[in-house]
């Protein structure tokens, strides 16, 4: 028989019986939606912390600290494939005072070697990265955390206020107004035992914003020359690390074991990323497992119409079987029927759970708004998912389920006997 | 054309554990010529149908074998008897069995659907058969709109249409007339004079008896040649 004979033949007996067949598509795409929209709220919140964690630079990054790390080892670092850059950072171990006129702040402060850093850095927001060693660029809000009397009154205040309100207040209308590109300012370092040093220095750049609006970046950052300034200060010598900035992030991972291999101490925040992602498949497979028992379900459906298709047309297979259709053929015809169904009810299971992923994403974080008061909306949160894999997977479990439930029925089809199929009244 | 050697079979009927058995296929042999027309007859329940049914390949008689057109048939396996039957018979019942869904002229293009045949082709083959079977008029009509005559013909085209040579036929004309039954004897007639068409007819009207070439008579098992 050709395909498109036997297309026809299953064609008319859909027709046939289209209140039939309809409701039984009807219970697939149901139970097929349910499963994608359930598993795509996994795949949702998977991704929303992924991209929490990707928007961090940090992804490409591996940090290094260890006092048994050999200045060898440490220059043939850069020489590692797939390494862009090392930086070097030495943390000034103590508070960092900063005046300018009647106003002062407190920062951290990191030393670099520029040049190293001004590769991995990138673009300032302004000005230029240090030459001289008496020269720093400072944080985006450093200028804003410069504070006299009075700001730190207003700031205050206005802090408080927007507490109440359970907002949150950055202090943009306080601080330094004029441009701090050119400023010179008197940095205090002090440490316990009471040792100091007094120096002014001159800024000259000012990094980019932080990737976070909630973040206040107000860092001073000094060229490595200037770490003799503070020479004879205790701990001598300051903590350092080393940041390994990789070209992409999958090539972290396998400098990441060559190095834990070799005994040192390192860190990247991909290997949480593994662990989310282990959590998460495990979370996806178990919200998988409950939408297929809706799908087992509608497959009860498919199981039962086919039953019937096979019995009331048990005449007609007879006579099939008498003319020369072969039980292939006849199972054929049965399970293209369980199929069309199964097919149709997933490609509206795709369509409709699409339209509801949109939805869910478009509404919750507005319902979620009203109802908590909270603002949700700026942190982009991805509540339902549907990528292709998940679509993939469901129409394999539901099509794959379908076919099984029809399976039976077909070869009940197959088993019929021509003689005792015959004798049925016409 | 159909060779029958030793067909024997035998029934158990009854309850579960208490099976009675009916013999009722009793080493049966006989030969059928090509073009012949052929009357198996006897009362009802001699095993006439069971006969048909074996030769068919509807069911496998306990022991002997069959051979049509000098093939072995006895060993083949379901799919290959369909296979065979598709080609090698047609098929007409007592009551019909047309398919209720499809029109005069869909249910004679049905075996040539089975065969593979494309649509174009089997077109104009079954408007030819249908005009040649008087049937051209009724062609769009459900079998529940057709008198029992026209039925049987629709019936008989749907076996010719693949051209067999051998036709097997339970009692064509059990539930017609008997005027009925002589223009479905005529047409019988007229395709194996028209085609050489063979006939293996069962019957136990004495009319449609008389019409065969050769009767055999079925009897506690047997089969005799019947004067
Ligand atoms: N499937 C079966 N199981 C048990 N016994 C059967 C079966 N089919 C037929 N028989 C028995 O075999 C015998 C022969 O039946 P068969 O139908 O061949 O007779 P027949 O000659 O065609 O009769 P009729 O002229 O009434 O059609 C009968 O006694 C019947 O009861
Ligand atoms: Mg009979």
Redesign the pocket.
Known sequence: MLLKDQLDFVKQHIVKNKMRVFMTILAATIGCAFLIVLASVGFGLQQTVKNEILSDEAVTRIQLYDDSLTKERAASLKDEDNVKAVVQKTHLPMALKSELDDREAHSEGKFYDMTAFQKVNGKLAQGSYPKAADEIVVGYHYAQRLMNEADQEAYNEKVEAANKKQENYMGEDEGFKGNIVGQTVTLTVENDEEQQVVKPFKVVGILQAPSYEWMIDNQVIFSDKAINFFAGLQPDPFPSEYIIHMDSMENVKPLLTKLKKEGLGVYSVIEQMDQINVFFAVFKAGLLFVGTIAVLIASIGIFNTMTMAVTERTREIGVLKAIGASPKLIQRLFLMESAFIGIVGTVIAVIISYVISVTVNFALPIVLEMATGEDIGEREMIFSAIPWQLVVIASAISIGVAMISGWRPARKATKIDVIQALRQEV | MIEVQNIAHT?L?GKKGAEQP?H?LKAISFTIKPKEIVAIV?K???????LLQVMAGFMKADTGSVKINGKETTGLNEAEHAAFRLTNFGFVFQNFQLMPGLTAAENIELPLKLQGIPASERKSRVEALMQRIGLAEVAAHYPNELSGGQQQRVSIGRALITNPPIILADEPTGSLDSETEQEILQLIADLNKAFGITFVIIT?DDEVASFAHRRLK?HDGQLKEEA
């Open positions: 029934f009927i009916i009722v006897g009802s329940g001699s095993g006439k149908s069971t136990h079925m």
